[in-house]
């Protein structure tokens, strides 16, 4: 099983973060909650169809790789009990940072 989760500021964003942040509204003041889940939901069914069980990963990978930002540039992973530092330099063939 995976659980999978992310966090879309629509309305408003934290102002005192480490990194970083803004709202979508900031961009497009008429997007609403609704438009983005029904976004968010019609493109993660569209990638787990591409997924296919695996077999399209490298095509999703590709696809991410070519819309980061960041390759080369200095990174800071906050794991539970470490902090790492390094380069960005992507991700390989098996998803691995």
Known sequence: NI???CGV???AHPQDTPYP???LNEKNSALTTQEMFQ???ENFARTLDEWDS???KASIRDYWIAHTRGIGQAIIINLATERLEG???GIDADGVL
Do not use: Q
């Open 87 to 89: 380069v960005f330099e």
């Open 9 to 11: 500021n629509i309305v």
């Open 3 to 5: 659980v999978i989760g």
């Open 39 to 41: 976004y968010l939901a």
């Open 21 to 23: 942040a803004m709202h």
């Open 54 to 56: 695996g077999r399209g």
